[in-house]
């Protein structure tokens, strides 16, 4: 059902011809232009005149993307289902209205008609022209309007079915979409969280490792004094070690008594 509303909202703007590119875009993801122009049987100008009409009232979406070796945007295309059906949904709307005011008009107002032209005209303007005709001369006779009234009421219930099942396929299309945003902004906090928490975890680790390289360095303080105590003292040879001894042994003798002369 929902592929029939599409490819009517897709002629309302194109023409019935360009209804096989729904068939193309629906239910994938992004198709590439020059694959829809040769499937299509058209020339790639031919396919992007018509998708870039549908893309001026929202029923079709593209991306673009580069080509790495050749250097060129290449644009690829999908269908949007909802936009489709709302603009449908308004199309009918419109025709709905436009209906019922012509049997209102048909069913208060008189019609005049020349059978040998086939031309109608209002009570008014059969009035100004004198009842007669302009093109063969023709009186205009009073046309019953009965049958036209039940065929335009017959179009008219008919169109109203068809909005009644627009709406409904309008509605579970919102509910998907609807879903398809929940999804993504769970995968989309998901993702967010997810980065959070490595961040958080690699902070913990950097602030675990300064506080090991800070327990395992010693104070530079007690390094220095440890150090001067290791130094070895230098080595004093034999006749050094003799002179000290003489020099020590001359300190501490008691000086002898100058003798009288």
Known sequence: MINKFLKDSVSI??????EEIVDLIYNNKHVNEFLLSKKLNLTINQTRNILYK??????VSSVRKKDKRKGWYTYFWRIEPTKSLEFLKNSLTKKIEQMTYQIKSKETKDFYICET???ELNEETALVNAFTCNECG??????DNSKTIKDLQKSLEKLKEE????????????EKTEKSRVREAKKQKLIKDTSR???????????????KNIKTKP????VKSKKLKKKAKPKTSKKQKIKKSSLKKKKFSPKKKAKRK
């Open 13 to 18: 703007i194109v023409g019935k011809p360009a």
């Open 138 to 143: 023709g009186l205009f006779t009073l046309k």
């Open 163 to 174: 909005l009644a099942f627009v709406d409904t396929e309008l509605e579970k299309e919102k």
């Open 197 to 211: 928490r490595k961040k958080r975890e690699d902070s913990k680790k950097i602030r675990a490792s300064l506080k």
């Open 117 to 119: 032209c086939n031309v």
């Open 219 to 222: 104070d530079k303080k007690k």
């Open 54 to 59: 549908l893309s001026d009232y929202g029923i």
